[in-house]
């Protein structure tokens, strides 16, 4: 009779410790599939965001090589216009040469 007594003891004490056991792990899978949930829904947002970002800079890269074309046709429209006006000059200093030739021909004359 004893025996029965410490046998049922002992059997109901290890359900009791192998439910305990069963809770507390499934508590810790449920947990772990909370955190595991949360990061894949974290992961989707980044490669949202990742996504929105290299659209972004792809456009960003696109209007930098349209304005690296203005940028290269102005230092082009520059040049031309430089040489235009060393050409000028070159032209305005003839001008004022024949402009004394032809005054110190008026005063010879005189």
Not at 3 to 30: A, D, P
Not at 37 to 44: D, E
Request: hydrophobic letters at 40%.
């Amino acid at each position: 009779m004893i025996f029965n007594w410490i046998f049922l003891s002992l059997t109901v004490l290890i359900i009791l410790v192998l439910t305990f056991k069963m809770f507390y792990y499934k508590h810790l899978y449920e947990k772990t599939e909370e955190k595991r949930k949360q990061l894949k829904h974290a992961l989707t947002e980044a490669e949202i965001l990742i996504k929105k970002y290299q659209i972004q800079l792809q456009r960003s890269l696109g209007n930098m090589e349209l304005l690296s074309e203005e940028v290269n046709k102005l230092k082009n429209d520059l040049k031309a216009v430089k040489n235009r006006n060393s050409q000028l000059r070159v032209e305005n200093e003839q001008l004022k040469r024949k402009i004394r030739e032809l005054e110190n021909k008026i005063e010879a004359l005189l």
